[in-house]
């Protein structure tokens, strides 16, 4: 019998180490959460392993907001139940967003499931998993709340060049389709000491960018005493020299206020990228939505931007197929959509979500339409972002170097301030590092570029 047949406990050393694999889905936050486990059970004898046969842990984090991202954790803990059996000892544990929302239940559905944690206890996690271990049962632990002395966080970052650093938390926003408020609570600002503190240290280990990240991170500061906005962090974080490059996500149109562009303006570092969704171009599908805006609202803020920095890169999100939404409302999202010519928008189409209002109204699209307003949309998408990545060629752009290209591995990847892909020939040796690079294709998702020395 192999060593992988056993039904024995593995034997494990009094020094061996623990291995944990993490699957992430869902946003950013998702994957700066990941990080902190990675760092929190490191306190407790964890090292991080991308073998998931390896792993003594497995730690699914999970995501909520689309139907389809659920349906994804059930066949990925499926699949893990059957490497689990092969691995005696080994635990499976699932966070986030669906284990927030789910908890117990989680474990009534998927008795294979050792361990549910919420997003608001992630700092419980090494209790929790050695509670599990010590006692071989179910550890099932949701706050419905962040506590008010949040302690700070270890991390392991997936990169030593590029960091996302959260800087508030939750979403004050009661969006009729969005499950957010209800796993992620209301809006909570760590102070700009805190903060400033993680990304001195980030500089000081050499990193070149940081990503303030929040599920409305344009909200940042409003609850602190006295009260900041994301601008004040985005000019702190500017004064650090070894910080090349700041980036925030996401936002909401309503707080982009004038005063955060202005400070993005005047700060070099701050990169001419905003990621502002709008989630539909039609006035009465943003009233049923709950957005707290007008199409005309989110035109100004767009003109906001393009006045004060008129080489910004603008994304959204858009979703289509909202109950009730007609044939005419969902054109007049593809017009905005030509009228905005937007550098890039993440589309999906509506799924009802549990908790939501919008779940339970009567007039759902028929999902047929919906994927066919899908498509429709995302030739225009695709049309416009070519139109707009055209813009680049023959210029010279920085890049900060992420790697080897996905779709081609003799290519390195990396992006602009802008936050575009570009694909180009380059050593490995430059990971992590700021190059020039002479765009000289487009489409309407990447550029492709050569390299300029730098004199
Ligand atoms: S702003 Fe709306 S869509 Fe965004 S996280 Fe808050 S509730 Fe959800």
Redesign the pocket.
């Known amino acids: 019998m192999s060593m992988i047949e056993t039904k024995l406990p593995r034997p494990r050393s009094a020094n061996e180490t623990k291995s944990v694999y993490i699957a992430t889905f869902g946003c950013q936050m998702n994957k700066a959460d990941s990080e902190n486990m990675l760092g929190l059970l490191h306190e407790i004898g964890y090292q991080h392993t991308e073998d998931l046969k390896d792993a003594d842990l497995m730690i699914l984090n999970t995501c909520a ?1 689309r139907e389809n991202a659920e349906d994804k954790v059930y066949s990925y803990l499926g699949a893990w139940n059957k490497i689990k059996k092969k691995r005696p000892g080994a635990k499976i544990a699932v966070g986030g967003c669906v284990a927030q929302d789910e908890g117990e239940k989680l474990i009534k559905r998927l008795p294979y499931v050792d361990i549910v944690f919420g997003t608001h206890n992630l700092f419980r996690l090494p209790e929790l998993v050695t509670r599990a271990e010590q006692t071989g049962e179910h550890v099932v632990e949701v706050f419905q709340e962040l506590p008010e002395d949040l302690p700070e966080l270890p991390v392991i970052r997936q990169s030593d060049f590029s960091a996302w650093v959260s800087v508030i938390y939750g ?5 009729t ?5 209800y796993v ?1 609570g209301r809006e909570r600002s760590r102070t700009p000491d805190e903060l400033m503190k993680e990304v001195k240290e980030l500089a000081d280990l050499g990193f070149k960018e940081v990503t303030l990240l929040g ?2 991170v344009t909200a940042y500061g409003h609850d602190l005493d006295p009260p900041k906005h994301l601008g004040d962090l985005i000019e702190l974080v500017g004064e650090l020299d070894s910080i090349k490059r700041i980036k925030f996500l ?1 936002g ?1 149109p309503r707080d982009l206020q004038p005063e955060i562009i202005d400070s993005v303006k005047r700060t070099p570092t701050a990169c001419e990228y905003f990621h502002i ?1 709008i ?1 539909a171009g039609d006035d009465r599908t943003l009233r049923r ?3 707290g805006y007008t199409v005309d609202f989110y035109r100004k803020k767009i003109d906001q931007i393009r006045s004060r920095i008129p080489d910004a890169a603008i994304t959204s ?1 858009l979703i289509v197929g909202f109950p009730g939404e007609t044939e005419d409302e969902f054109l007049n999202t593809v017009r905005l959509v030509e009228e905005i010519c937007f550098d890039g928008c993440n589309t999906a189409a509506y799924s009802p979500r549990p908790h939501t209002p919008s779940a339970s109204w009567p007039d759902q699209v028929p999902e047929d339409e919906k994927y066919e307003r899908l498509r429709l949309l995302n030739t225009v998408v695709s049309e416009v972002c070519h139109r707009r990545n055209k813009r680049y060629l023959g210029s010279t752009v920085e890049l900060l170097v992420e790697g080897v290209s996905q779709r081609n591995d003799e290519r390195l990847m990396g992006r602009t301030r802008t936050n575009k892909v570009v694909h180009f020939e380059g050593d490995l040796s430059l990971k992590g590092q700021l190059v020039d690079v002479q765009v000289e294709a487009a489409n309407p998702w990447a550029l492709r570029g050569s390299l300029v020395n730098r004199s």
């Not at 389709?177 to 408020?181: F, K, M, S, T």
């Open positions: 907001i979403c004050d926003y009661n969006c389709y969005c499950i957010v408020p992620r599920q409305n996401t909401h969704p989630q939505m709950a957005r999100d």
